[in-house]
């Protein structure tokens, strides 16, 4: 999966300035992306706006050309990744004090089957696993971002809590 950072074109879609489509944003012409990882990481592109999915395409690669010395990506919105559309960022934070490259490439396996390594940002550290963000602060307070339709169950304490004369709680929740 290759993630593109359309920090500047998806505004424009937003506004819906005339030839501006998210096509036009994330399949657009993207330099420093290099034959070998297109080859490797050239099945899924998505493009990352504030640090949300806002648009996939399944990569045609016989059709993606450089022009230019950037690539043109072809493409088509992908059924099989559409989920992951208004999700959190499954790479690394770009931003402030984040990840700076336009580009990002992550193993779809990764993505599919769920766990990233854990980041350190400025507001924690912070994981993704199966599209749910974790992040803890310095202060061990614990953020949960949960994908819509998802279940959440919380059991806070250790198993033998009730035992031991600590406090067990428990709640569950479903979004969406």
Not at 1 to 19: D, F
Request: charged share 15%; glycine share 14%; hydrophobic share 40%.
């Amino acid at each position: 999966m290759i993630l593109v950072h359309v920090k500047n074109s998806w505004p424009r879609v937003l506004a819906g300035e005339s030839g501006c489509t998210p096509e036009w944003s994330v399949l657009g012409d993207w330099a420093t992306i290099a034959e070998h990882r297109l080859a490797e990481f050239g099945d899924v592109l998505a493009g990352v706006y504030d640090n949300t999915v806002v648009a996939v395409y399944d990569i045609d690669l016989a059709n993606t050309h450089f022009v230019g010395g950037k690539v043109r990506f072809a493409g088509s919105p992908s059924t099989s990744w559409a989920h992951l559309i208004g999700q959190p960022n499954p790479g690394k934070q770009w931003g402030q004090q984040g990840y700076a490259r336009n580009v990002q490439y992550v193993d779809t396996a990764v993505v599919a089957g769920g766990d990233v390594p854990v980041e350190e940002t400025p507001a924690g550290r912070r994981a993704v696993v199966d599209g749910i963000v974790l992040t803890v602060d310095d202060q061990g307070g614990a953020t949960l971002l949960l994908p819509t339709g998802r279940t959440l169950a919380i059991l806070a304490g250790s198993a033998g809590a009730a035992k031991s004369g600590g406090t067990e709680v428990q709640a569950a929740a479903t979004t969406g």
